[in-house]
């Protein structure tokens, strides 16, 4: 059985598609054009067409989807977007059309490959973005370039997406981009393999319900997936407590004392990332004395004022050489006028607790080269009008 022609007009031949017909179908008004557009767009994958109709239908297609009227090529493009029939040249066609025409065929065509892919997402709109993004398949060559120009929603999409081949250096770029995207970010928490740098990025960026599926999904060993787990709460820690100074920080570490959350990782760490206030305060909140006395004991000249605070805030004795040396470092520290210069005050810390590990225990010494290689982490470039600003906290 050939294609069938609703031209108005009964006859032995009304199942047969001649160039007559298909002249009296282009006069129609738009919604029967669009959805006689339908039926034919079908037909072409039909099997039982002959080589003759097969021809007929693909010059009746094409004229339609040159159709001055946007609903005429849309329902063209609609019902094409699974057919690999569909001519190549014709896919480019519509999948260059405006929105309506064109998100069909570039959400699922199989005959739109990654030469057409790649020349239309230039100009692409968010809408045509992110259908590509989510197509079935997606290259790295197509990723790559969606990352690379695509809007936060498509990135996002394409993150979510486990069929789009993504490399370790674009789901980088993607974090570069957009450092504080949960969107992204959750795509790439959830994608089935990451490269361990890329989770040591994420660590500093995403939720705390992120991070807890990263570390359980992704094969991490459990003394990595509890470090992580550790230094990123730390350093949220830090980073609010820093916001909030003065009486609220002080509330902030009463409270998490009473549920014994102020370690002595978390102090080392604060001091060690400048955070001096709440150096401080936690010391002061672990020895059971006001800040104002903590503050005057921490920076005593003499050999009993920070050591009688650390051992008050029972802190372990032999870190207290390593604490000296980096609170003389902090002191003796100058910043320049815009603010503290991130990586000049770690250099100068650092150079200073070094001279004081020859005493420390094997133990005690890879645990503070730990918290000491931790401060070495990148840092964000400085803005024109102020210092390095750090990543993290």
């Not at 969606?146 to 789901?171: D, F, K, P, R, Y």
Request: proline share 6%; charged share 25%.
């Amino acid at each position: 059985m050939g294609i069938t022609g609703d031209t108005g007009h009964q006859g032995a031949d009304n199942n047969r598609l001649t160039e007559q017909q298909v002249a009296r179908l282009l006069l129609k008004p738009v919604n029967a054009r669009a959805m006689v557009a339908s039926k034919m767009a079908r037909a072409m994958d039909s099997a039982r067409l002959s080589g003759h109709e097969r021809r007929l239908a693909e010059e009746f297609v094409r004229a339609l989807a040159r159709d001055v009227a946007v609903p005429v090529r849309a329902a063209v493009s609609f019902n094409l977007r699974h057919s690999p029939h569909l001519p190549r040249d014709l896919a480019q066609r519509l999948a260059d059309d405006v929105d309506e025409v064109s998100l069909p065929l570039l959400a699922e065509s199989p005959v739109l490959d990654d030469e057409i892919l790649l020349a239309v997402l230039p100009c692409a709109s968010a809408a045509k973005q992110e259908a590509i993004a989510r197509r079935p398949a997606v290259s790295e060559p197509v990723s790559s370039a969606l990352i690379e120009a695509g809007a936060e929603n498509a990135v996002a999409a394409l993150m979510g997406n486990h069929g789009a081949s993504i490399g370790e250096a674009g789901l980088h770029r993607a974090v570069d981009r957009f450092p504080a995207s949960d969107a992204v970010h959750t795509g790439i928490v959830h994608r089935e393999a990451l490269p361990l740098a890329v989770i040591a990025r994420l660590v500093e960026l995403v939720s705390d319900v992120l991070l807890t599926h990263l570390v359980a999904n992704h094969d991490m060993p459990a003394q990595l997936a509890s470090d992580i787990v550790l230094r990123a709460r730390e350093r949220t820690i830090i980073q609010f407590g820093r916001g909030a100074g003065g009486q609220d920080l002080l509330d902030l570490l009463t409270a998490m004392h009473r549920r014994q959350q102020v370690t002595t990782s978390l102090t080392v760490r604060s001091l060690c990332t400048g955070d001096m206030e709440f150096f401080e305060t936690a010391l002061a909140v672990l020895a059971g004395i006001v800040v104002e006395n903590a503050k005057i004991l921490v920076h005593d000249l003499g050999p009993l004022g920070l050591a009688s605070l650390w051992g008050k805030a029972g802190r372990p004795a032999s870190l207290l050489p390593s604490i000296r040396a980096a609170v003389a470092a902090a002191d003796g520290f100058q910043p320049g006028s815009a603010g503290l210069d991130v990586k000049r005050y770690r250099a100068s810390v650092m150079t200073r607790v070094l001279t004081q590990c020859d005493g420390l225990e094997p133990e005690d010494l890879e645990w503070m080269l730990d918290k000491l290689g931790d401060m070495f982490e990148p840092v964000m470039p400085a803005d024109d009008d102020g210092p390095p600003v750090p990543r993290t906290p």
